[in-house]
């Protein structure tokens, strides 16, 4: 479950943001649709962990996020978010299957086999032990949405997940975020400017920038 309350958030040099309360329960999707600026991805950040905010709360399963710090709000975070960013956050000199491990030796997990079965669900069997570096865009975003949910989250974070992707790559990568966080039982939140998004998730609102 992730809620978000009267968070006030401000850069230096802009006005405050808006950014509306946001209440949604395992299973739940909701797409954040806005103009590049709008800030976006700052919401994103701050649902996530990744940015603190002026004021107001973001709620986990009932753990206040920015109540946490340091180590603590890492472990918290690697455990129960999983982000998946605009360009893949994979790391080249690695393989697949190694930055998948990676992703599961910084969250505290030792169960290795869920390593096999999210590439398998995510079509990327065939590509374990290939470099990152000889991925297609689209292989290597499902590499990083199966990163994203190695760890079993409870909450999914995608921001503008289909930017660089072609119409069926995109539809490939929105069903695969949707059906993964409908098992996990998982919130999801995806954060565009991507219109073709719209097609898939109902539940939605615009964000508007500064004030
Ligand atoms: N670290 C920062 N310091 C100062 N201003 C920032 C910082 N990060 C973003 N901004 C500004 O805040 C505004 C919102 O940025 P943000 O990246 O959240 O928007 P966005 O909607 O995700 O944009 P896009 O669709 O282009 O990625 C922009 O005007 C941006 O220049």
Do not use: W
């Not at 599961?104 to 470099?131: P, R």
């Amino acid at each position: 479950m992730l809620i978000c309350k009267s968070i006030r958030f401000k850069y230096d040099n802009l006005p405050e943001f808006i950014i509306p309360d946001i209440s949604l329960k395992g299973g739940e999707e909701l797409l954040i649709l806005g103009r590049s600026g709008s800030g976006k991805t700052t919401i994103l950040n701050i649902l996530g962990g990744l940015l603190k905010p002026l004021g107001g709360e973001v709620l986990i399963n009932g753990t206040s996020l920015y109540a946490l710090t340091g180590n603590v709000l890492d472990k918290f975070r690697g455990k129960n978010i999983g982000i998946v960013f605009q360009k893949p956050h994979i790391i080249s000199a690695l393989s697949v299957v190694e930055n998948l491990r990676l992703a599961h030796f910084f969250a505290g997990s030792d169960n290795l086999k869920l390593v096999d079965t999210y590439l398998a669900e995510l079509g990327i069997t065939d590509k374990k032990n290939a470099s990152v570096h000889t991925l297609s865009e689209g292989e290597a975003q499902r590499v990083s949405i199966a990163r994203a949910l190695v760890n079993g989250p409870k909450v999914i974070l995608a921001d503008e997940p289909t930017a660089s992707l072609d119409d069926e790559n995109a539809q490939t990568v929105i069903q695969l975020l949707q059906s993964q966080a409908k098992k996990l039982n998982a919130v999801l939140v995806i954060v565009t400017h991507d219109q073709r998004v719209k097609a898939h998730i109902s539940n939605r609102i615009t964000v508007g920038g500064p004030l």
